[in-house]
């Protein structure tokens, strides 16, 4: 139903700042929930930030104060600005989309292909 691809990876030194981008198309109904998540070698896959067609933000504790996330709904577009970048930052980052029913449930749930950000000096 739905794609979802990301952009705006890379190589940047800690203390500095990356935007990525997460471009969705296809049948994007409302309500409904964007997020970005992050998986380092080794460990789970983790919620970084989310954001509701509505506009409602959540972050995890360990990004909150230097990351921000948003979303054009004109150009089905999110947004994730990460600033202050720590080496454990470091992770492939995976555009998430839910669609949600009445109840607030998960009908459907799309995954993009991920983007590497690496934090080195």
């Known amino acids: 139903q739905v794609q979802l691809v990301e952009s705006g990876g890379g190589l940047v030194q800690p203390g500095g700042s990356l935007r990525l981008s997460c471009a969705a198309s296809?049948?994007?109904?409302?309500?409904?929930?964007m997020g970005w998540y992050r998986q380092a070698p080794g460990k789970q896959r983790d919620l970084v930030a989310d954001?509701?067609?509505?506009?409602?933000?959540n972050y995890a504790d360990s990004v909150k104060g230097r990351f921000t996330i948003s979303r054009d709904n004109a150009k089905n577009t999110m947004y994730l600005q990460m600033n202050s970048l720590k080496p454990e930052d470091t992770a492939v980052y995976y555009c998430?989309?839910?669609?949600?029913?009445?109840?607030?449930?998960?009908?459907?749930?799309?995954w993009g292909q991920g983007t590497q950000v690496t934090v080195s000096s």
């Open positions: 954001i509701t067609s509505g506009g409602n933000t």
């Open positions: 998430n989309l839910n669609l949600r029913d009445m109840r607030g449930g998960t009908y459907y749930r799309s």
């Open positions: 296809g049948n994007i109904f409302s309500p409904n929930t």
